[in-house]
């Protein structure tokens, strides 16, 4: 029972991130896709691959200009989608709130973005 409760508790997590209604986004592609575009519109890029799965920040868009730091990763977990559910879920934890609770989301911006 607490299984089930804790996965409702997460993907309320991604709901109030998107916002939207609650819905089984560790079950459906299709809705777990929507927190990965949200995600990489914050300046942030999601690689999955196989089972695993991170979220890292980058600037530059050719290969001599690409710096990375990943912020959160999932290794070696029984499916993809529970990969990407499960970085998404940690991604979002990190998201500050403000005083009365709620998400204070901003996108990454790399010093070298900074125009002074």
Not at 46 to 71: A, D, H
Not at 103 to 113: D, T, V
Request: overall charge neutral; proline content about 4%.
């Amino acid at each position: 029972m607490s299984k089930i409760i804790n996965i409702r508790k997460k993907n309320e997590l991604i709901a109030e991130f998107l916002n939207l209604p609650i819905l089984p986004y560790n079950r459906r592609w299709d809705y777990l896709m929507l927190a990965v575009e949200k995600i990489e519109q914050l300046n942030y890029r999601v690689t999955i691959n196989f089972n695993n799965c991170y979220i890292e920040t980058y600037t530059g868009n050719l290969p001599g200009q690409l710096e990375e730091e990943v912020i959160v990763e999932e290794n070696m977990c029984n499916s993809k989608i529970f990969a990407v559910w499960k970085t998404i879920i940690d991604f979002i934890e990190l998201i500050p709130r403000d005083k009365y609770g709620v998400l204070k989301i901003r996108p990454f911006i790399h010093e070298s973005q900074i125009i002074t």
